[in-house]
């Protein structure tokens, strides 16, 4: 079974930086798209970066411009640069496979205040 750990959580300040890592335990992460989510309180989560097996990414728009995903397929490691940070960007961040496919980690927290 896929374990995921997610890394690299804090606080912050706005217009600040944090970098997340989540590391699988299984190098089959390596050969599929990977995404960060992220849930804040009383919302659902929701992806806002995807990586493909190319490398390709994909981001929602309110991060878009800011957050840079990146992997590391020998250490079987996604990546979340998150530059210009903003209140909003509040929540536990988790990586899963794309879609979701794998089962959830405990998530790492990030708390932006001004």
């Known amino acids: 079974q896929v374990q995921l750990v997610e890394a690299g959580g804090g606080s912050g300040q706005v217009g600040g930086a944090l970098r997340l890592s989540c590391a699988a335990s299984?190098?089959?992460?390596?050969?599929?798209?990977r995404s960060w989510y992220r849930q804040a309180p009383g919302t659902q989560r929701g992806s806002v970066a995807t990586i493909s097996n190319s490398g390709s990414t994909t981001y929602v728009a309110s991060v878009e411009g800011r957050f840079t995903i990146s992997r590391d397929n020998n250490k079987n490691t996604v990546y979340l640069q998150m530059n210009s940070l903003k209140p909003e960007d509040t929540a536990v961040y988790y990586c899963n496979g794309a879609g979701g496919r794998f089962p959830w980690g405990q998530g790492t927290q990030v708390t932006v205040s001004s």
């Open positions: 299984t190098s089959m992460c390596s050969k599929i798209g």
